[in-house]
Structure formats: structure tokens, C-alpha cells
């Protein structure tokens, strides 16, 4: 099975700061790696596709990039919907994986 | 995308089998836009992809189930089934039905809301 690894595994910051989040898979991947957000209580919605691709209705202030192995979500000023667990995802070859999660919190 | 929405029973005994449908709406099964697919999320925990079922029947699932899993796709209703067997406590989670996009690069973009599962005698 493909691993993917994200860091932090959790972290604080206030409204308006850019955020990054690091997605590492344990193989090439390409750019088959996706992006989803899960407010709790509440099923992860997804941000990003294929690496870079902004899902329909999503806010212009989240972007991905990456290829290989290494991928990251950005969030460039951040909202207080935006307080959240992130997780990334490969869909490159099954079984699919996803990374750990990573919690944004409120400073 | 679709709304898809889970049901079944939310408590189910150990050594036995946990059944759950989702039921697709705002558009067809049959769609070869998506395939059909189940995630399981135990809590405070990650998220495990389970398998997925395609309208034709084809399945793929994950190994680590070690072939207890079963889906099946009931395009006259427009649902799709888990079957998981011999449970124990560790399969205790939140389930979630998801349309999976048939895409040059997949991704999951239309979750059902959740059923939480507990597996207890």
C-alpha cells in the first residue's frame, strides 16, 4: 500500500494567517493526490483534485501543489470556517490512502 | 454531484455481519460519472477506504479486510450495499457512502452524512 504522511499533525494559528500542510507519499504518485476538509461532526468535503485543481464552490484562498511525492495545501488568509481537520488522499492505485489528518486550531 | 444517504442498523453484535445501503439521489446508479464507495472513519481517528462497487457490479476492495467485505449494487432502486462479516469491536466507526468521480484523476466529491456503527454485545 501506498503510505502518505502529513505534517503537522496538528496546528494553532490566528485569522488571516497563510497556512501550508505537507502531504508525503511513500512512492511516485504523480499528481493523483486530492485534498479534503472535515469540520467535526460532519463528512470531509473535498477541496482539491488532482494535485491543484480547486473543486467547484471552493473558496479561491485554498490552492494545492506538488508532484512525485510531495504535495502541499495552502490556505493563504485563514477564515474562522476554515478551523478544520485536512486530509490528503491518493488515487493512484488501490487500495486508496489517506494521510493522518491534519488539525487546524485557533490560536 | 449526488446525494447519497446511509442507513441501517447502528449496533451490531461481535462475530456478526454489519449490513449498511446507501441510497443515491439527484441523479442515476447507473451514471458513469461515479462509482460507488464506502469509507469508514472509527473515532477521533483517519479515514479507510473500504471498497468500491461499479453499476456494472465490478468491485475492488481493500485487502486489509482480509475478504470480509461484500458490495452489491441494486441499480432498480439506485442503492448500493455493504455487507462486512465477522465484526469485532475494531470495526466499531462512522460509515460513509461516497460518489466517486470517474475522472482522469479520481476523487470523491459527494459524501453521505454518516451512520456510526458500534459493534457490542
Known amino acids: 500500500d501506498i503510505q502518505m504522511t502529513q505534517s503537522p499533525s496538528s496546528l494553532s494559528a490566528s485569522v488571516g494567517d497563510r497556512v501550508s500542510i505537507t502531504c508525503r507519499a511513500s512512492e511516485s504518485i504523480t499528481t493523483y493526490l486530492n485534498w479534503y476538509q472535515q469540520i467535526p461532526g460532519t463528512a470531509p468535503k473535498l477541496l482539491i483534485y488532482a494535485a491543484s485543481t480547486l473543486q467547484s464552490g471552493v473558496p479561491s484562498r485554498f490552492s494545492g501543489s506538488g508532484s512525485g511525492t510531495d504535495f502541499t495545501l495552502t490556505i493563504s488568509s485563514l477564515q474562522p470556517e476554515d478551523f478544520a481537520t485536512y486530509y490528503c488522499q491518493q488515487s493512484y492505485t488501490t487500495p486508496y490512502t489517506f494521510g493522518g489528518g491534519t488539525k487546524v486550531e485557533i490560536k | 454531484q449526488v446525494h447519497l444517504q446511509e442507513s441501517g442498523p447502528g449496533l451490531v453484535k461481535p462475530s456478526q455481519t454489519l449490513s449498511l445501503t446507501c441510497t443515491v439521489s439527484g441523479g442515476s446508479i447507473r451514471s458513469g460519472s461515479y462509482y460507488w464507495t464506502w469509507i469508514r472513519q472509527p473515532a477521533g481517528k483517519g479515514l479507510e477506504w473500504i471498497g468500491h462497487i461499479y453499476a456494472s457490479g465490478s468491485t475492488n476492495y481493500n485487502p486489509s479486510l482480509k475478504g470480509r467485505v461484500n458490495m452489491l449494487v441494486d441499480t432498480s432502486n439506485n442503492q448500493f450495499s455493504l455487507k462486512l462479516s465477522s465484526v469485532t469491536a475494531a470495526d466499531t466507526a462512522v460509515y460513509y457512502c461516497?460518489?466517486?468521480?470517474?475522472?482522469?484523476?479520481?476523487?470523491?466529491?459527494?459524501w453521505g452524512q454518516g451512520a456510526l456503527v458500534s459493534v457490542s454485545s
Open positions: 461516497v460518489g466517486g468521480r470517474v475522472s482522469w484523476k479520481d476523487y470523491f466529491d459527494s
